[in-house]
């Protein structure tokens, strides 16, 4: 299957290392049956990481058991539509890379904003 990324082009994949997704193939893909809508790929800060633990979703902390390394400020991951949405509006959004950001995205976040925080 063909994914779309918000510019209409090719989705690209977000990290190999480490491996993002709701899938972990490294793409923030959509194949309809994720919940959490991981489509958003990120160039996490520390100001992101510190405001979505603050949210209750501790992205640093590894959990192995799930294969997840914990993130450190600089690495690309795949997160919740919802939550960077959330995090743009408490003024805490890290940047985003476009051609990597699967399409639904825009069902919560405005291109403009995306485009605004475009690495």
């Not at 405001?51 to 799930?66: I, K």
């Not at 997840?68 to 939550?83: H, K, N, S, Y």
């Not at 995090?87 to 995306?114: K, Q, W």
């Amino acid at each position: 299957m063909n994914q779309i990324n918000v510019l209409g082009t090719e989705l690209l994949p977000c990290s190999m290392d480490p491996l993002p997704g709701y899938y972990r193939t490294g793409c923030c893909e959509n194949r309809g049956d994720d919940p959490g809508m991981h489509v958003v790929c990120c160039r996490v800060t520390d100001d992101f990481l510190a405001f979505s633990a603050s949210m209750g979703n501790d992205l640093s902390t590894p959990m192995p058991t799930y294969g997840f390394p914990g993130l450190t400020a600089g690495d690309q991951w795949c997160v919740c539509a919802m939550r960077w949405k959330e995090a743009l509006d408490a003024g805490h959004a890290c940047p985003v890379d476009l051609e990597r950001t699967h399409v639904s995205a825009l069902e919560y976040i405005d291109l403009d904003d995306l485009r605004a925080h475009a690495v």
